[in-house]
C-alpha cells in the first residue's frame, strides 16, 4: 500500500487507471487530505471512466474545494438526471442551479421537478417560474433561492 501511495507522490498518477484513481480519491477524501492531488484522482478518474459515479464523485470534490461545477458540463448533468436515483437528481439539479444553467432546469419536466421541490430550492425556484403554486416547505424554498 505504501508503494501505491508512493506513486502520487512521484507523479506516477496518470498511469493509473480510472477505478484506481477513483479508490485513491476516496481513500484521500475519507482521510481528510484535502489537497490538489485528491482532486486530481477525481478528475482522472472522470477522465479514464466517464460513468455517473465518477461524475458525482469529481463534482463532490470539487465542491469541498468551494469550485462550482464547470457550466460546459451542464447538458451532461442533465441527461444524468432522467436515468439517477432521487437522492442524485437533487444534487444534480442544485449543481445546475450553482453553476448557472438555470435554463437547463426550466427544460426539465414538471413532474420531476415537482418530486424534488421539497428538497431541492433550484426545483421549487424553477416551478414558481413557471406560475405554479407551491404550498408548505417547497414554497418557502422557492423564496429563499429566489431572494
Known sequence: ?????????????GMMPGWLCHWLGQRRRRRGRYDRRTLDCFRLAWKRCRS???????LKCRRDFGYPPPG???SLLLREFSCAPASQQRLLVNWLSE?????????MRSSDLRELADRSPAAAAALVARGEVLSGFADSLARMHLA
Do not use: E, V
Open 1 to 13: 500500500m505504501k508503494s501505491l501511495l508512493c506513486w502520487t507522490q512521484k507523479g506516477m498518477l
Open 52 to 58: 455517473r459515479r465518477n461524475l458525482l464523485a469529481y
Open 72 to 74: 460546459r458540463l451542464g
Open 99 to 107: 453553476a448557472g444553467r438555470a435554463d437547463l432546469i426550466q427544460a
